[in-house]
């Protein structure tokens, strides 16, 4: 498909330089998932592809922590692209809340194709890869690896979650191992597992090294 493509060249383009692990192969795999996902749960596949493929497009070295930014750029593309209304205002509403926002902050509610993308998004998050991502965003954000005297915390709010000062392996207890707890489809629930047990075994070993 003609838009699909499209979107796919600007979406590669605009990411290609990205060291923070919101990379194209990041956005590649999050979009073949998605696809993976809603073959199983159903969804209408033109807003899964189309929010799959822009969930990133904000710049994030420039934008982190503003969640208006991402709807914001997905709007000015999909209507450039002439999209339905309709879809593009799902596709963009999808943008604004699938992020992760803190541990005991409450989340949107989202259609299926939202929790679909969404789903897709974490488990790029767990698992090898997400450790290698944790490590690379750790690296470009100037934060440390670890050190024991900073305590994972519990955030409470979005303003909370993006501000505190944290170490990567702390964002292992502050996100990623909750992650396979909130998977919103069953399939997605099974994908993470496997992800899960691969998050433990590598922070045991990282800590007994360190120690
Ligand atoms: P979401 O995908 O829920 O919007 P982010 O975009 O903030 O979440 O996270 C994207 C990637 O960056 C994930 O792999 C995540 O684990 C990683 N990341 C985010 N914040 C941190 C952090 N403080 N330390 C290490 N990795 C992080
Ligand atoms: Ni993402």
């Not at 505190?164 to 919103?184: A, C, G, Q, V």
């Not at 099974?190 to 433990?200: P, V």
Request: with cysteine; proline share 2%; glycine share 6%.
């Amino acid at each position: 498909m003609i838009l699909i493509d499209r979107t796919k060249t600007y979406v590669k383009q605009t990411l290609e330089k990205d060291s923070s692990g919101h990379d194209w192969p990041h956005v590649r795999r999050v979009h073949h998932h998605a696809l993976m996902i809603a073959q199983e749960e159903g969804g209408d596949l033109l807003v899964i592809e189309l929010a799959a493929l822009l969930h990133d497009i904000a710049d994030w070295k420039f934008h982190r922590g503003d969640d208006s930014v991402g709807p914001h750029v997905a709007r000015e593309w999909l209507q450039k692209m002439d999209v339905a209304p309709d879809v593009t205002e799902h596709v963009c509403s999808i943008i604004a809340s699938m992020s992760f926002k803190g541990a005991k902050t409450i989340s949107a509610k989202l259609t299926l194709e939202g929790q679909i993308v969404q789903d897709a998004d974490r488990l790029d998050a767990i698992g090898a890869i997400g450790i290698a991502r944790a490590f690379a965003y750790g690296g470009f954000s100037g934060q440390p690896m670890h050190d024991e005297k900073l305590l994972p915390k519990s955030h409470q709010s979005f303003e909370d979650y993006k501000s505190s000062k944290t170490t990567t392996i702390n964002h292992f207890y502050e996100k990623l191992l909750l992650l396979k707890d909130r998977m919103n489809t069953a399939t997605a629930k099974q994908l993470a597992e496997d992800r899960h047990e691969f998050l433990e075994v590598y922070l045991n070993r990282f800590l007994s090294e360190w120690s």
